[in-house]
Each structure stands twice: as structure tokens, then as C-alpha cells.
């Protein structure tokens, strides 16, 4: 059964930092493209960093330039998203998603396979 399960989720104060992993069971992420989303209430589900198979990224949300940068260890079949800088208006469920093997990134949602269950971050003081 093909997985996809995040986790570093929580709560942070405006500034600080987190780092989210994407770890995936059942398949291996090598060949795949990996994106972040998040989605905030009310908002629909946006696109935030993803990395192809290659290693190459592509930011698909411009107020997250210069503070998130993603990253994948194929040894550990995860990917990561670090955050730094984190503000009021990142709160959101983030989401790791896989496209189908050997398909290259792209910001939106539903060109996306595999889904994992999310994880919240919450920035407040």
C-alpha cells in the first residue's frame, strides 16, 4: 500500500522555525516529484515548494521565497520541507503529495497521485 505520512507539525511563534518530513511507505520516492501544499481555513489548497526526481525545485508560492527550501534523502525515502522565518499567515494544514512516476513537478493539486493525511502548523504568539 502506497503511504505518504508528514509529521513536524505544531505550534511556533512568529519567527521561528520548523521542519517538516513527508516519509513514504510502500513505494520508494526516487522517481517520483514531491510537492508541499497547505491549505488554510477557508482558502483553497495552494501550492508551496515541490522537488523533482532530480533533485531541482520549483517555489509555486512567492511569500514563502528566501524562508521555506525543500529538500529529499533518498536514503531515508523522505522529503523535507524546511520553514524558517514563520509568520501569522503560514498557519495552515501542510500537505505532501507525490505525482506518478517520472512525472515532473507542478503547482496544482490535482495532478498530484498519492496524498498524505497532513499535518497542522500554527504560528502564533
Known amino acids: 500500500q502506497l503511504q505518504l505520512v508528514e509529521s513536524g507539525g505544531g505550534l511556533v511563534q512568529p519567527g521561528g522555525s520548523l521542519r517538516l518530513s513527508c516519509a513514504a511507505s510502500g513505494f520508494t520516492l526516487d522517481n517520483y516529484a514531491i510537492g508541499w501544499f497547505r491549505q488554510a481555513p477557508g482558502k483553497e489548497r495552494e501550492g508551496v515548494l515541490c522537488i523533482n526526481s532530480s533533485g531541482s525545485s520549483t517555489n509555486y508560492a512567492d511569500s514563502v521565497k528566501g524562508r521555506f527550501t525543500i529538500s529529499r534523502d533518498n536514503a531515508k525515502n523522505t522529503v523535507y520541507l524546511q520553514m524558517n522565518s514563520l509568520k501569522p499567515e503560514d498557519t495552515a494544514v501542510y500537505y505532501c503529495?507525490?505525482?506518478?512516476?517520472?512525472?515532473?513537478?507542478?503547482?496544482?493539486?490535482?495532478?498530484?497521485?498519492?496524498w498524505g493525511q497532513g499535518t497542522q502548523v500554527t504560528v502564533s504568539s
Open positions: 503529495a507525490a505525482r506518478r512516476r517520472n512525472y515532473r513537478c507542478s503547482g496544482y493539486p490535482s495532478e498530484y497521485t498519492y
